[in-house]
């Protein structure tokens, strides 16, 4: 391979001034805000139930006051939500590989807009259980595709903040409602998860496609389109940025038809079943830190500590505002430290904050000493502000940063049902916990995230800033890669390269075929060769942009 450093050096300041651009521009950031819509959506359905469990109407309506497995009832109410998470994830893992992410969204906020109309509707426990468990198949979309390298974690942090502001919201509704007089006040906070799910319905006939998936179906021209749209800038009237990125997916999607995409495929490939490890334990340690259990539980805790139930409500709300204001901070940083660092400090500072609860706790639960139980709401929002700013977004981009192109559908997915099933866990767990153990239930989210940032500091690959097709280099897959960014990087581009092509290149409808004769991938190294960048982008012939 030519060794394009050399060969260029004549070049070295257009390059450093095309790495300073950030080729955002107002189109990307409305379509980001949209699709970041599905995760306030999602955290809107989910966290719904902290303050309905808290409204004396529902208690009462669904006799959870009487009914002697009312602990039982009260843990499915919140964990089958996840577990519908579970069949969710990799249903939308498959759907939307075979059908686009549209589809997949449009499926997913369909069945958030259904089972809020018939959780609204639900007359017993059974059957607001059954629909929570279809309300957990809305998983949201992550935004690591659209986004350039240079602040993909800025951008994908905002799924974060939209999850935020799904809970922060549901959190305010149920305080406003807890005000409003009849025995159905409860249902109006549920009714009011279609909102989301309805807007985004509207909208999303709008919304671009993911190029890589156009690109993978042989949409060419559709793919570059949205390509120039999302990327062009005034500071690159040539876009030379878009370019390159197209060029760099289009010939990645050629080569990843051909690799091995199933779930059986990713264990047996060493480098992809170390992504898949890496992801399971990442998730795990995640929700093992406890802050799901704290949200939907926030009445039991807080009641414990001796609130009635307009302060369980405006603690329930402050809380989640918290989450919402660090998770805007963390977007001011988090593409300035290493990923592992910054996951691995946010697992210490929460185990140490979930330390100095327990301790609290121990103490003062059952008494009346107001500083101590001062202190425990104290510590508890100090919990929510580190969680928020080093791991509700960085843990999310981590992820999609680590899986190649080929298969990163499937890390998603299998990153959102090892969320469900911890959640799933923890939360079915939590109130006979709480009253069985107390303080001690919190031993075990210290525990875990003591464990999950000694492994992620000492072990996990940092992906900072790096492009997603080149991180596969990292995990010993080099020649999963066909063209580096740097390569491009280091390559003029002429005015004049697409003008014609964009009009002359017609679109394709079919998929991109496989080459003859040649097998799946079975592992990381395959024999079809990668494809240097040109040593000058006037080189390439008039459409072998497309097809060169």
């Not at 969710?88 to 589809?103: I, L, M, P, Q």
């Not at 390159?244 to 992809?272: A, C, H, N």
């Not at 981590?398 to 969320?419: D, K, N, T």
Request: proline share 4%; aromatic share 14%; net charge neutral.
């Amino acid at each position: 391979m030519a060794d394009l450093t050399t060969v260029q050096t004549t070049q070295t300041n257009p390059s450093v001034r095309f790495n300073r651009q950030q080729h955002i521009n107002l189109y990307s950031l409305l379509v980001i805000g949209f699709i970041t819509l599905s995760s306030a959506a999602y955290g809107y359905a989910g966290s719904v139930i902290a303050t309905t469990l808290t409204q004396p109407s529902f208690t009462k309506h669904m006799k959870l006051d009487e009914l002697p497995n009312a602990e039982a009832l009260i843990g499915a109410m919140n964990a089958l939500y996840y577990a519908g998470g579970v069949f969710g994830s990799f249903f939308a893992g498959w759907s939307s590989n075979k059908y686009g992410r549209k589809f997949s969204a449009a499926l997913g906020n369909f069945l958030v807009l259904l089972s809020g109309a018939l959780l609204t509707a639900s007359v017993n426990p059974g059957m607001f259980i059954a629909f929570r468990f279809l309300s957990g198949f809305g998983v949201p979309l992550w935004v690591a595709e659209l986004a350039p390298p240079s602040i993909r974690g800025i951008l994908t942090d905002v799924h974060a903040v939209g999850m935020m502001v799904g809970y922060t919201l549901a959190c305010y509704v149920g305080l406003g409602f807890y005000f409003v007089r009849g025995t159905n006040q409860w249902r109006g906070p549920i009714a009011l998860q279609m909102a989301f799910p309805t807007i985004i319905l509207c909208g999303l006939y709008w919304m671009p496609e993911s190029p890589r998936f156009l690109l993978s179906k042989g949409r060419t021209d559709h793919a570059w389109k949205i390509i120039h749209r999302m990327h062009s800038n005034v500071n690159d009237p040539t876009d030379e940025f878009a370019k390159r990125e197209f060029y760099q997916m289009r010939k990645q999607i050629e080569l990843d038809v051909t690799f091995e995409t199933s779930y059986l495929g990713i264990f047996k490939q060493p480098s992809l079943r170390k992504r898949a490890l890496m992801t399971i334990f990442l998730e795990f340690c995640l929700m093992s830190s406890g802050v799901l259990v704290i949200l939907n539980y926030g009445s039991i805790i807080w009641r414990s500590l001796g609130f009635d139930t307009v302060q369980i409500l405006n603690f329930q709300g402050g809380f989640q505002l918290t989450g919402f204001v660090f998770n805007v901070v963390a977007m001011l940083f988090v593409d300035k430290i290493k990923r592992p660092t910054l996951i691995a400090t946010g697992f210490i500072a929460c185990a140490a904050c979930m330390s100095i609860e327990a301790a609290l706790q121990r103490y003062y639960i059952g008494t009346t000493d107001r500083n101590g139980l001062i202190a425990c709401a104290f510590i508890i929002f100090l919990f929510q502000a580190t969680f928020s700013m080093f791991l509700d977004g960085p843990t999310y981009f981590y992820i999609a940063e680590i899986w190649p192109s080929h298969v990163r559908s499937q890390g998603f997915a299998l990153a959102m049902a090892i969320l469900s099933v911890t959640n799933l866990m923890w939360l079915q767990a939590a109130p006979h916990a709480f009253t069985a153990i107390a303080w001690k239930f919190y031993l075990f989210f210290i525990c875990i995230p003591i464990l999950g940032a000694v492994v992620v500091f000492f072990t996990f690959k940092d992906t900072l800033h790096k492009p997603l097709e080149e991180i596969a280099a990292m995990f010993g897959d080099e020649d999963t890669v066909v063209v580096y960014q740097r390569e491009l990087q280091l390559a003029s581009v002429p005015l004049d390269l697409l003008d014609d092509a964009m009009t002359e290149k017609g679109e394709t409808g079919g998929e991109i075929e496989e080459v003859e004769n040649v097998p799946k991938a079975e592992h990381s190294k395959t024999d079809a060769p990668r494809t240097e960048a040109p040593k000058s982008w006037a080189e390439l012939s008039h459409n072998q942009l497309y097809t060169g």
